[in-house]
Structure formats: structure tokens, C-alpha cells
């Protein structure tokens, strides 16, 4: 089975379901020496590659942090996964191990036509060939919608503070925070995207917040819309502002109607405590804190239950594979889109070769220019490297072993991230299977029940104001989970009466705009080998006479089997009614004679947000 998508949506879990597992002919596992052919690179690895970059001098690199847009770097160093056709052999057949390589992504900024290439690194862990990675036809990566760096935040910053100065003493009257000697009471911004109303811009809204925490929900009410598409920082220009519902061509102007009594003023309460900023005991934390707060007739006290494994964990972990129970698999975080599981075993045989995060978006409606203009593409925002420290008994439970990982993204160094991901074994709640066998005499001949537990690989994206909770569940049985929880700050905006159309109001002023979050996981099941196909079973009613009483009719429920030769076909759009069951079946037969295949189960609410073909849309086609 070729590669295949799946749009899952908020807070939402794809299953794969085992259907029937046959006496399968035990082959043994991957030894965890094979097994690195999917592991990250190491710190050595990574160093060895940008060593090797930077002597290259026609690259003219120069550092991440050099404080400039124009100029050469490295972005991003990963390691870049070998054809599967090549892994395949190597596992299974005994054949060479492939070559390791890195994959690169160099900005050329220091150059009349700024271009983003990618380069194979190799042969690792002594690298001497660097190879171009040619982009698809027609989806070469543009300039000017690169991610934004470290260094280009710093000179946005700056350009802003510049902008803003005639809005000082207006931001004070307004806000009571500003961007000059302001100590604790400074204002800061989100920039949302995508950066421009064409291919080719970079101009993006800039929401104007306090900055206390939480300062997601602390918008000012200004927004301003900056062209920073120049690799020179002095050229950038505010070229709009928004304030309270009206659209204004330059700070100055705004300054100036501000002055004249012009501008329909919001003044906004003092979010922080009275007095010097020194929090006291009276006074109620600030609403867009963690602080909990407000009273419950039963108080939940003390430390809530916690899990404990008296007999050490269930699961054994080899380098970056995982053997529980009749699992197996070996994963990697994959610095630019995420969370990735491989080579999946259960029972002796492969039944995937890859369930992994591909990408999310969250897609916004909105009244403010902000508000309406963000679709957040998250790759673009780093998904997989904003994996930060998992705090042990709140993001997992204590008893879990925690790795560290490693990213090389707009850095100079590999960085390493403590704890970003987890692994643990954990009760469900809910017996995998129970029976009370009654003797019908008020007795019983037997019980049995089969404890509920899991095994959970965890990992979390913070980007920006929202957190994703990324799980890939095990269960006993062969059912294998991918989960999303999305958590964090809303990305909300200031509060207008024609906000509602778009969201909830939260606060005085403040909108929680309406989104939808879609999320693509690619999973290549090889189920009994690789030569599967995907078909569906509905159920379709039948009415026949009674065999056994040829007067009556009888309706039943039948089983109809759909097959789809092409992959196109098993692509299912929105708004039609699913088929029930979806099967990625094997031409292999179970004892029984039915073919061995596995059920997809989709549990998500998402639907299509925009139509097909309509300009952001076609950087998502995989949600259609
Ligand atoms: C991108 O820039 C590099 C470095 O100058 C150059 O070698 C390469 O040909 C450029 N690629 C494209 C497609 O313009
Ligand atoms: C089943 O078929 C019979 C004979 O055609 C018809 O009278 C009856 O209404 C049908 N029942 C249903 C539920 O379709
Ligand atoms: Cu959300």
C-alpha cells in the first residue's frame, strides 16, 4: 500500500483496528542494530554535517545569528529517510544497509534572487558529497514564504518600536503600556499568516498585546500590517493599521486623529495588580494566568491518584525502538514535521511501515484583519522542533521514561530539548475484555477479564499561543491509536460587536475567533506484506421471504464489499457519508479464507473549511 492521508480533526484519533490475525509465521523482529536506519541524527552526526557545510565555501554560510536577512545559512539539518524500496531489502532481505544521509535546508539570502535549496548530505557519519534534493515540478519552496527566523523576529521587533513611536503617548493613554522604558508594562505582538493575499508577498498583521501572562488574551485593539519582504531591514514599511474597528494608512495618521480627538478610543483596565507589580495576597490572579482560581463547594485536594509499577515497566526500550508486549516499532522526531512511528510489528509481522504527523493548520474566521487573514500552516512554524521539556505527573505520568531530543533548526549548533517525549504504560479505565459466565441458578461457572492497559509514546508541539498533545497508542490486542489532544491559549483577537459572526466574546475585550484544526498523519500500512488494497464494507439491507415462513417478509442487514483498484478512488471527500468500514487488506488469507486486513476507524468532526482550488487551499490539498 502506497502512502495515504487521513484529515483528522480537533481534539481526534485515527484507530487501526487488527481484524484477524492469523497464525502468522513468526518472523523475527528487527534487531535493534538494524533499527538505526530510522533513528535521528545524533549531535555528532548533525556536527559532522554542518562541518562539512561549512567547507563548502562556494556556500558563502554564514551563521544563523548573523543579524542580517541577507546572507547564506543553514536553516535545518535532519536526517532524511532512505527510499522505503532500499530499508525494505535491508531489513528483510539481508541486502546493504543504505547509505545515511542528512537532509538540508539552506536559505541563499545573499543573493540578488533569494532562493531556499535543499541538499543531500552524505555519506554519514564522514560526509563528502552534498547532492541537490530537486523540488517536486511546479512546488519549489518561495523565498518569500519561508519560515520566519530568530534574527528576523529580532528585526521585526525593532522595525516595529520604530514604526510605533509617534503612537507612544496613545498607547500609554490607551493601554498604560508601550514599547519605550517600559519595565513591566511592555507591549509585545503576534504576527499571523499567511503573509500576504498572493504567492511572492511577505506582509503580515501584527496583533499589538500587553505583555503579561497570557498575553495572548491581552490584544490592544492595533494591528498593523508591515511589508517585510526586502532582505533589508530598512526597507520594511508599516503599510496599514487597524484600531477599534478602523483601518488608518500610518501610525503617524492615527497619532495624529488621536490628538485631534478623532479616533473612537477604547481604554483598556489595568491588567496587573495594584501597587508596583508586586503580586499580593488579595488581589484575584490574572484572568489569562494558570493560576487556578474562583471556589468549589467540594475543593479537589492533595495530589489525585498517580500510577505506580511495582514490577518496572512492561515495555523494554532499545535505542529508539520499543518492544511491548507482541509490539514493536522504532520511532524518531522529525525535526521539521513531527512525531513519526516505523516499521511497526505486531505478532512477528510488519504491519506498518510508517504512522506519522505530517502537518497541521488551524484555519480562522475573524472580523479584525488578523483575525480574518490567519490560516497557520505549522510546519512552518517549526512543528516538530517546539517539542519542550514534559513535566513528569501533568504531561505524563511520573512513572514514564522521558528522552531528550535533538533539533539543528535555525540554530548554528544541534540544540538539545530535555524530556521532549515519553514513554509509558498505562491503565485505561475499562477491562480489554470481561465475561461473567451466570449458571442461570444464581451463581456463576466462571469470570475472566483481561486488565485494560496501553502503552503511550507522547510527544507536544507548542506553537506559538496553542499546544499539540501527539500519542501514538499500543494496545494489547493489536489495535494501534494516533491521538491529537490541542490545548494551550486561543488565538484571539480584540473584541468588536461584529467579532460575534466569527466567535465567542471571553473577555471585555476580547473574541475567541472560531477555527478549525486539521491534521495529517500519513500511514503506509504493509499489512502482511506490501501488496495490499483498500476496500469497504457497508451495510446494505436485503428483503427476502422467509425461508421458514414463505408468507412473511424478512429484512436483514448483508454485508457489501467495495473494492477501489485505484488509489484516486479511496480518496473520500468531505460531506459524503463515509462507508463504514475501511480495510487495508492483504491478497493473504487468514485459516478462515478471509483476506488479513486491517480497519481504519476515524474519529473526527473536522470538515472542509475552504473550497477546493481556493488560494491557501492548495497548499492543504491533502484535507480535501
Ligand atoms: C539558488 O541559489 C544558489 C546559490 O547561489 C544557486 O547555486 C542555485 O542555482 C539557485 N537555485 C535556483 C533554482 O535559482
Ligand atoms: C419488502 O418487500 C415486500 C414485497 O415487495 C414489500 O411489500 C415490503 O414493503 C418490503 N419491506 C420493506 C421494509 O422494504
Ligand atoms: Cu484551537
Redo the contacts with the bound molecule.
Sequence with gaps: MGRETLALGWAVAATLMLQALAMAEHSPRTPHSKASVFADLSAQELKAVQSFLWSRKELRLEPSRASTIAKNSVFLLEMLLPKKQQVLKFLDNGQRRPVREARAVVF?GA?E?P?I?EFAVGPLPQPYYLRELPPRPGHRASWASRPISSVEYVLLNHALQEATKPLHQFFLDTTGFSFHNCQLRCLTFTDVAPRGLASGERRTWFILQRYVEGYFLHPTGLELLVDHSSTNAQDWTVEQVWYNGKFYQSPEELARKYKNGEVDVVVLEDPLPKGKGAESMKDPPLFSSYKPRGDFPSPITGHGPRLVQPQGPGYKLEGNTVLYGGWSFSFRLRSSTGLQVLNVHFGGERIAYEVSVQEAVALYGGHTPAGMQTKYIDVGWGLGTVTHELAPGIDCPDIATFLDALHYYDADDPIRYPRALCLFEMPTGVPLRRHFNSNFDSGFNFYAGLKGQVLVLRTTSTVYNYDYIWDFIFYPNGVMEAKMHATGYVHATFYTPEGLRHGTRLHTHLIGNMHTHLVHYRVDLDVAGTKNSFQTLRMKLENITNPWSPTHHLVQPTLEQTRYPRERQAAFHFRRTLPKYLLFTSPKKNPWGHKRSYRLQIHSMADQVLPPGWQEERAVTWAR
Design positions: 541563499f543573493q534572487h532562493n535549496t
